[in-house]
């Protein structure tokens, strides 16, 4: 087994993908380098990032595939699941060799856990378009926190940027310790290495605006009068709304609301 | 803004609005103007109640009064509840404040009707106009339509809102007549052709001037409720489909009726809110929309009820069963659409697959594809069952495979004992 590490960025990736070709390495075991584990048989390659060869190998791609295949191997890669480089090597390998587009051929298992994966991720997306909830501070930052399980922030961007024109906005990866920052012209990735627990009363208090409370609140009304108790259904409630992503939810915070629903 | 009376203002006029069935926010094509606020687009749930259903806008009535008295209604004006009213620039704020948090997709406003039905409607549509002059708000805005309305008003509020509705509210005039003594089904029809042709008109505009002003991108949807009154599932879906055919009509929604009054005319309160029924109503009405059903199919004078405890695509597979196996590998998208337990996607799936290798049972099954139900349908060149089945047995094998939490409301009208 040859062993082809990157450092872990897309472009880095890329470029793996170009020298496996480069260098004829067969037999590839491609990882990040931050998590290869040393092999006492076969060779170790590094890759280094070259913007060069990364575009090569985009470009190829995007000559061979839809977009949405070349954005499916994207999600992949977002998806950080451990040996996916593996598949998308793969995939990217079948079908460059194959005259014909293959990249719907589900028969094949590369394609379709290429498939699979990117719905998941994509899935992923669309909970943070939903479950994103942004707290005005005392600045007119738009403020959120979040956790999502696969690397996502990336595919969110322009759906804020579109929605949010005109506010400034932050969301923050609890988890992966990055955030994107929109400063009314543009979209930037940011890295602060900060944790406040964002529920927290006291904090609250501190940082955001007066009336940011009084909007958690009644938001917070509105969600429980818009039930109908009568048609209870907690099963449906945790399959749409699992409970990893309360935590950063004011309406699933603990409260009792002012005026009881029927 | 006083916190607390606005607090409850919300919890009395989200809680009379929220049996108002639509949720949906998507169909919409409204884009982000001049770096304004929001935009419109596949629709998102941005929440979902302790009853499952989605939050996806801010429904709420303008106020509650109502000078009109459906024994359906909660807001029906013989009823002991507390009033409120919100004035115009509160539920402004509100849309804006609760969007820019990203908690909605947008307004959905209706209202009591107060004065007249004009008059109602003039606030409605100055809210919305409100939104979109002051606040630049591309977001999606629903109002709905009071019936017996003036056509000025209704132009006007096409012009600010994506979708307009009007309730249809019973399925026959009859039970309307029974349970809304105050309305008349033309109040309801009039509006919806009114509204019906300014869409196409509209359309035909924007074919010869591209920035002719959008009116209602959204379409029009109605509702009714189900289970008040002993309307047949053929009765509702014959009129459903008549919305579709006539009304261009986006949607057609179907609200079980949660009981919530003494009224004799009316199912007691602590009867079960017919939540399998108003299921079925969903997947037949779905069958029609998406699966190339026509309305006689799923229903007909031989076959006036859904059944309650298979699905509607399921039994009218069932009373077919001439019509299978299907091969997969051959046969139509239209014919393996009509397969029990696959959907439309999963059958682009089978059709993209078997461009490149006939597909086996394997291979659906790899492509995440059950075939639990579609068994006793499907053959890839040789049938996945080799014995023959009577609908029966089929029936009885599926049904024995799952169980409902919801058997013991199985049964589709109302027992005596």
């Known amino acids: ?262 | 803004m006083n916190a607390d009376r606005i607090t409850e203002k919300l919890a009395i006029l989200a809680d009379a609005a929220k049996y108002d069935v639509s949720c949906s926010s998507s169909g919409s094509n409204r884009q982000n103007k001049n770096k304004g606020l929001g935009n419109t687009g596949n629709g998102i749930c941005h929440a979902y109640t302790e009853d499952g259903r989605c939050v996806s806008l801010l429904k709420i009535l303008l106020t509650n009064v109502c000078i009109f008295d459906c024994a359906y209604c909660v807001s029906r004006k013989s009823n002991d509840v507390k009033r409120a009213a919100f004035t115009v620039q509160e539920v402004v704020d509100l849309t804006i404040n609760f969007y820019r948090r990203n908690y909605i997709e947008g307004l959905f406003i209706s209202s009591g009707i107060f004065t007249n039905a004009d008059f109602t409607m003039e606030r409605l549509v100055l809210i919305a106009k409100k939104l979109r002059t002051e606040e630049n708000f591309n977001g999606y805005i629903h109002i709905k339509t009071i019936p017996g309305a003036s056509e000025d008003i209704i132009k006007e509020a096409g012009l600010w809102a994506d979708r307009l509705s009007i309730n249809v509210e019973m399925p026959t005039e009859k039970s309307l007549a029974l349970l809304a003594p105050d309305k008349k089904r033309i109040d309801m029809i009039a509006p919806m052709k009114v509204v019906k042709n300014l869409i196409i008109q509209n359309k035909e505009e924007r074919k010869i001037f591209k920035k002719a002003p959008l009116f209602a991108p959204a379409g029009q949807s109605t509702q009714m409720v189900i289970g008040a009154t002993p309307e047949t599932d053929l009765e509702i879906l014959y009129l459903a489909n008549g919305f579709y055919k006539t009304m261009n009509m986006r949607r057609v929604y179907y609200s079980g009726y949660v009981p919530i009054s003494n009224d004799n005319r009316l199912p007691a309160i602590g009867t079960p809110v017919p939540m399998v029924r108003e299921n079925r109503l969903y997947q037949a009405d779905w069958l029609m929309r998406f699966y190339g059903f026509k309305v006689q199919e799923i229903v007909n004078p031989l076959n006036p009820l859904l059944d309650m405890d298979i699905d509607p695509k399921l039994s009218w597979a069932l009373r077919n069963m001439h019509l299978f196996p299907v091969d997969i590998n051959t046969a139509a998208y239209e014919m393996i659409l009509r397969v029990p337990g696959i959907g439309v996607q999963n059958a682009k799936k089978i059709i993209t697959a078997r461009r490149f290798a006939a597909v086996t049972f394997g291979n659906l099954q790899k492509m995440g594809i059950s075939i639990n139900r579609a068994r006793y349908f499907i053959s890839a060149g040789t049938s996945f069952e080799t014995k023959d089945w009577l609908p029966q047995q089929i029936k009885h094998a599926i049904l024995a495979e799952g169980s409902s939490k919801y058997k013991p409301n199985l049964s589709p009208q109302m027992a005596l004992f």
């Open chain 1, 1 to 262: 087994m040859n062993i082809v590490t990157y450092d872990g960025s897309w472009q880095g990736f890329l470029t793996a993908v170009f020298e496996i070709y480069e260098y004829k390495i067969t037999d590839v075991n491609c990882c990040n380098m931050h998590t290869a584990h040393a092999s006492l048989f076969g060779k170790i390659h590094h890759a280094h990032t070259n913007v060069v060869k990364a575009d090569r190998v985009l470009t190829s791609l995007q000559k061979k595939l839809s977009a949405t295949a070349v954005q499916n191997i994207y999600k992949n890669f977002l998806s950080e699941i451990s040996g996916v480089e593996n598949v998308m090597v793969r995939f990217i390998q079948y079908v460059l060799a194959n005259p014909q587009k293959v990249e719907n051929n589900f028969s094949n298992s590369d394609v379709l856990k290429i498939h699979q994966v990117s719905k998941k991720v994509h899935r992923e997306k669309h909970r943070m378009d939903a479950f994103i909830r942004f707290q005005r501070t005392k600045d007119d930052l738009y403020f959120a926190m979040v956790k999502p399980d696969f690397d996502v922030l990336p595919l969110i961007a322009p759906h804020f940027e579109k929605r949010y024109a005109d506010q400034r906005w932050l969301i923050y990866d609890e988890h992966r310790k990055y955030g994107i920052y929109y400063d009314l012209q543009n979209v930037n990735e940011v890295s602060i290495n900060f944790s406040i627990d964002v529920q927290n009363a006291a904090t609250v208090a501190a940082i955001y605006s007066e009336e940011e409370i009084l909007y958690q609140t009644l938001w917070q009304q509105y969600f429980s009068s818009v039930n109908i108790k009568a048609r209870k259904n907690t099963k449906l409630h945790i399959q749409h709304m699992p409970r990893r992503y309360w935590k950063f939810l004011p309406e699933k915070q603990p409260h009792v609301p002012k005026y009881a629903s029927k």
